[in-house]
């Protein structure tokens, strides 16, 4: 089964830097494109950043990341990271990795539903 484990996340007071880590197992064909969403509490999720592996382009959101997020993937650690500098209180949510294998680019990055698997989060709070 192809499965997603996150890891990383924690309590942090604002100013505070996080690196989330994102391990992937069970994929015998490609990943074509991954992301990580983040969801406050009582708000939808959102997306913050995406990877293609095949191009290694990353791609960002505008609105939920301001420049303080870092995506990057580890290809010999099948691991994909998001560092997050600067943490702030608004930051706090539920922080999920997601994968595509179905698709051969990352378009539609930014759309939950064209991911076929996303893992359990990894929560973060940040105290002011």
């Known amino acids: 089964a192809q499965v997603l484990a996150e890891s990383g996340g924690g309590s942090v007071q604002a100013g505070g830097s996080l690196t989330l880590s994102c391990a992937t197992s069970?994929?015998?064909?490609?990943?074509?494109?991954m992301a990580w969403f983040r969801q406050p509490p009582g708000k939808e999720r959102e997306v913050v950043a995406a990877f293609e592996p095949g191009d290694e382009n990353t791609y960002y959101s505008d609105s939920a990341v301001k420049g303080r997020f870092t995506i990057s993937h580890d290809s010999a650690l099948n691991t994909l990271f998001l560092r997050i500098d600067s943490l702030r209180p608004e930051d706090t949510a539920m922080y999920y990795c997601a994968a595509d294998s179905r698709y051969t680019t990352c378009g539609n990055w930014w759309r939950p539903g064209r991911y076929n698997t996303w893992g359990q989060g990894t929560q973060v709070t940040v105290s002011a």
């Open positions: 069970g994929y015998t064909a490609g990943i074509y494109c």
